[in-house]
């Protein structure tokens, strides 16, 4: 069983920012896709930013967080993180991390369909 473990999210002011966190297990860390999604209240849920552990690769991110947010891994023990500046009441929702994609390992992690996923932290901006 994988579990991953979201922290970090809370409430905050317009313009403020938060830092989102993800443990799961340790060969996750390397080599394997991982992201954040999120899920407002009433609408899809969305990827905010994915990576490829450990690999250098340039992240993705969605157009409504680039240049606010930030994916990377903490050194040195290589937990997921989501750096959110310059926060608007538009990113208000359910922060979720995943990990790992259903079928080939190495498909395209920005298309690919994750496999496991967290239970979600709370971000509200106000």
């Known amino acids: 069983h994988v579990q991953l473990v979201e922290s970090g999210g809370g409430s905050v002011q317009a313009g403020g920012s938060l830092r989102l966190s993800c443990e799961a297990p340790k060969y996750l860390y390397t080599g394997y896709c991982m992201a954040w999604f999120r899920q407002a209240p009433g609408k899809e849920r969305e990827k905010v930013a994915n990576?490829?552990?450990?690999?250098?690769?340039?992240?993705y991110y969605a157009d409504s967080v680039r240049d606010r947010f930030t994916i990377s891994q903490d050194n040195p023990n290589g937990t997921l993180i989501l750096q959110m500046d310059s926060l608007t009441p538009e990113d208000t929702a359910l922060y979720y991390c995943?990990?790992?994609?259903?079928?080939?390992?190495?498909?395209?992690?920005?298309?690919?369909?994750?496999?496991?996923w967290g239970q979600g932290t709370q971000v509200t901006v106000s």
């Open positions: 995943a990990a790992g994609l259903n079928g080939d390992r190495w498909a395209s992690c920005r298309t690919g369909a994750y496999r496991y």
């Open positions: 990576i490829r552990t450990g690999s250098g690769l340039t992240p």
